[in-house]
């Protein structure tokens, strides 16, 4: 098996900050992801990223930024940080993408003060 | 564009009550669709998936059954326990498009002892 770890577990940044949430995954799957969840809202795609050093947008990329920097890892920037702004951020990766299950890390925890 | 509904935000049961989670999508084509359930202070987990009209998903006493007719894919458990408390969420891969998926706002499930 394999696992998905998700850097920080908690982050806490000030308002208009830049902040970088980090992502690593040893199943050696191609596809990964980066979700926003929200309490009501579910789960939003971010970003993701079919192979090394591809980068396709999501629902809600604005303020955002990913890197895919190799096939294992997956980086999203918050370019800046908003007030109050409170979520939690899932990162995923799957086999070949659409058809394939995702696995998720456990989550970072973001608050801004 | 493609989206999830799911219109139950919370559903309230008693150990042994009949489950419905309803789940309708909106997709041209055949999407692939999938029910992940999410535990406090974990990534969502893949329960199962289906890929064509009529198919039936299930795992864990769970499932579902593809109905393109009526474009939906609601999850049923005839006898639900306290551990199956936690958050649900159904999902899809669109057919226009290889990678990505999309999900639900979730279904938040309290069983009652």
């Known amino acids: 098996g394999g696992i998905i770890t998700q850097t920080p577990k908690f982050l806490i940044g000030q308002e208009g900050q830049k902040l970088t949430l980090k992502c690593q995954q040893n199943f050696n799957h191609d596809t990964m992801y980066w979700y926003r969840q929200d309490s009501g809202k579910g789960l939003r795609l971010i970003y993701y990223?079919?192979?090394?050093?591809?980068?396709q947008k999501g629902d809600l990329s604005e303020g955002y930024d990913a890197s895919r920097e190799k096939k294992s890892s997956f980086s999203l920037t918050v370019t800046s940080a908003q007030k109050n702004e409170m979520a939690v951020f899932l990162c995923a990766s799957s086999f070949r993408g659409r058809r394939e299950r995702l696995f998720f890390g456990h989550g970072t925890k973001l608050s801004v003060l | 564009g493609d989206s999830v509904t799911q219109t139950e935000g919370q559903v309230a049961l008693s150990e042994e009550d009949f489950l419905t989670i309803h789940c309708n999508y909106s997709a041209s084509g055949y999407p692939a669709l999938f029910w992940y359930v999410q535990y406090p202070g974990e990534g969502p987990q893949f329960l199962f998936r289906a890929s064509r009209d009529k198919e039936k998903g299930s795992s864990r006493g769970f499932e579902a059954t593809y109905d393109k007719g009526t474009t939906s894919f609601h999850l049923r458990k005839a006898s639900v326990q306290e551990s199956d408390s936690a958050v649900y969420y159904c999902?899809?891969?669109?057919?226009?498009?290889?990678?990505?998926?999309?999900f639900g706002k979730g279904t938040h499930l309290h069983v009652l002892p």
């Open positions: 999902a899809l891969g669109p057919d226009t498009n290889a990678y990505k998926v999309i």
């Open positions: 990223s079919i192979t090394e050093n591809d980068l």
